[in-house]
C-alpha cells in the first residue's frame, strides 16, 4: 500500500506468528493441528506469582510507574544479576520495558544510526533483523551450520567486521538452535571484539535457565566487555509469564538513561501488575522453577530420539531453549504425495498440510536448510507429532 510509510512496507511479519495464524485458520476448518510453532511455554504461570499479582491489584498499583520501573523491581534485578550472572548492576542501570522485545527495540533506537551494521550470528531470533531495520541499521548475517553446533566461531566474527560495524546481537542460549555458548566460546568471541573497541554487544539471556548444559555464561563477565554490553533478559520464558510482558536490561549508564529517555515518549513504564509480579519471580530461588526446566530436557531427550528415528532428519543436540533446529536439505529436491520439496519453507507447509503439524521455516531464522520445531507441548503431542511426520515423509 502506497500510503503507508517505507517503514511498514519494508518490514516482514512475524513468520512464527504467521505459522501460528496459518495453524489456527487450519483447525477453525475443522483440521486438528498439532502446534510446535510457538515460542511459549506450555506451564502456567507459578502460584506464588499469581499470588504476588493479586495482591497488587489489592494495593492499588494502578498508577503509572516510573518509565524504567519500580525501584524495588530494579534492585530485586539487581540482585539476581548478581545472583545468578556475577554481574554488578546498580538500578541507574536497569530498565524494565515490556517484554524483553521492547528492550532490544530500545537499544537499536538508541544506538543505532543509519547504515550501521549488526552482525547477526544466523541463525538468530526472527526479531533482530526487522528491529535492526526499523532503526535503520543494517543486518549482516554470519551463517552458521549444524556442523559448527550453529555457533559462530571467532575467525567468522573478525571476518564479518567493517569500519560500519556497531554492534553485535546474539542470544544464548539460541532461539531458534538451542545452542548454549560456553564460556570459553565467549572468551574467543570477546576477543576478536576486544581488538575493535567501538563495538557493543547485545547478549540475549532470556533463556538463561533453560539450560540443560552447566552454567550459564554472560559475556559481560568478560573482562572489558562489562563497558560495551547490553544484557537483555525477562519473565516471559523461564517462569512462563510471555503474556504479563515484562523484560529488562542491564548496561551501561548512559545507554540505560538513553532507553529510559526514549520508551518515556514511547510506551511510559510496563505494565504495574506484571512488574509487582516479576519481584517474586526474581525474589524466589531457580529451585522452584527447577519442575519446568526439568520437564524440557525430559522432552528434549525424547523428540531428538523420535526425530532421530525418521531417515533424513540431521539433528544437533541442543542444550537448551526449548527448540530442536534439525536439517532436512536431505529433503530437497524430492517428492512426497505428489508435492516437491524445493526448501525449508516448502518443507514446513508440507509438514503443516500433510501431517497436520505447525513447525517455523528456518528461513525465517536466516537458515534455509532448517525447520524449528517447539517442544513446549505435551509430550503425548510430540509422540503424535513425531509419528504423524514420519508417516507423512514414507510416501
Ligand atoms: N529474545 C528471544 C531470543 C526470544 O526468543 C524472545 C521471545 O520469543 C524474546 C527475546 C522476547 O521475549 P519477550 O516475551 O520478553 O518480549
Given at each position: 500500500n502506497n500510503h503507508l510509510s517505507d517503514r511498514i512496507n519494508n518490514m516482514s511479519t512475524s513468520a512464527t506468528l504467521a505459522m501460528a495464524a496459518k495453524a489456527r485458520e487450519l483447525r477453525n476448518a475443522g483440521k486438528d493441528i498439532i502446534g510446535l510453532?510457538?515460542?511459549?511455554?506450555?506451564f502456567n504461570i507459578p502460584d506464588f506469582i499469581k499470588d504476588a499479582a493479586k495482591k497488587a491489584i489489592d494495593e492499588n498499583y494502578s498508577s503509572y510507574s516510573p518509565v524504567d520501573g519500580y525501584g524495588d523491581l530494579k534492585e530485586a534485578i539487581s540482585r539476581k544479576f548478581e545472583r545468578d550472572n556475577n554481574l554488578k548492576y546498580k538500578t541507574d542501570q536497569i530498565v524494565v520495558s515490556t517484554g524483553a522485545k521492547q528492550s532490544l527495540a530500545n537499544v537499536a533506537m538508541v544506538m543505532l544510526n543509519k547504515g550501521d551494521e549488526v552482525i547477526l550470528?544466523?541463525?538468530?531470533?526472527?526479531s533482530y533483523r526487522d528491529i535492526v531495520k526499523l532503526a535503520e541499521g543494517v543486518p549482516v548475517e554470519v551463517k552458521t551450520g549444524?556442523?559448527?553446533?550453529?555457533k559462530m566461531t571467532p575467525e567468522q566474527l573478525e571476518e564479518a567486521i567493517t569500519p560500519r560495524t556497531k554492534m553485535l546481537w546474539f542470544s544464548s542460549p539460541c532461539n531458534p538452535s538451542g545452542s548454549v555458548y560456553s564460556e570459553s566460546e565467549l572468551q574467543g568471541l570477546a576477543a576478536v571484539l576486544l581488538r575493535h573497541p567501538d563495538i557493543f554487544v547485545v547478549s540475549?539471556?532470556?533463556?538463561?535457565?533453560?539450560?540443560?548444559?552447566?552454567r550459564h555464561a554472560s559475556i559481560?563477565?568478560?573482562?572489558?566487555m562489562y563497558e560495551r554490553t547490553i544484557t537483555v533478559n525477562g519473565v516471559s520464558k523461564a517462569f512462563a509469564?510471555?503474556?504479563?510482558r515484562i523484560g529488562y536490561i542491564g548496561a551501561p549508564q548512559w545507554i540505560a538513561k538513553a532507553c529510559t529517555k526514549f520508551q518515556g515518549q514511547i510506551?511510559?513504564?510496563?505494565?504495574a501488575i506484571g512488574q509487582r509480579a516479576t519481584i517474586e519471580a526474581l525474589n524466589a530461588p531457580v529451585s522452584k522453577i527447577k519442575y519446568m526446566i526439568d520437564e524440557f530436557h525430559h522432552r528434549r531427550d525424547l523428540l531428538l530420539q523420535l526425530l532421530g528415528e525418521i531417515e533424513g532428519f540431521k539433528l544437533n543436540i541442543p542444550e537448551g531453549a526449548f527448540y530442536v533446529f534439525p536439517?532436512?536439505?536431505?529433503?530437497?529436491?524430492k517428492t512426497f504425495n505428489g508435492v516437491k520439496i524445493d526448501n525449508a519453507s516448502d518443507f514446513a507447509m508440507y509438514l503443516l498440510e500433510n501431517a497436520n503439524v505447525a513447525t517455523v521455516t528456518g528461513e525465517a531464522f536466516g537458515n534455509p536448510n532448517c525447520i524449528r520445531i517447539s517442544y513446549a507441548a505435551s509430550e503425548s503431542e510430540l509422540r503424535e507429532a513425531a509419528s504423524r511426520i514420519k508417516q507423512a515423509l514414507s510416501e
Open positions: 510453532s510457538l515460542g511459549e511455554p506450555d550470528p544466523a541463525p538468530y531470533w526472527v549444524i556442523e559448527t553446533d550453529f540475549d539471556e532470556i533463556y538463561e535457565h533453560i539450560n540443560f548444559r552447566a559481560a563477565c568478560i573482562p572489558g509469564m510471555t503474556g504479563w510506551t511510559s513504564g510496563a505494565n536439517d532436512i536439505s536431505n529433503f530437497f529436491g
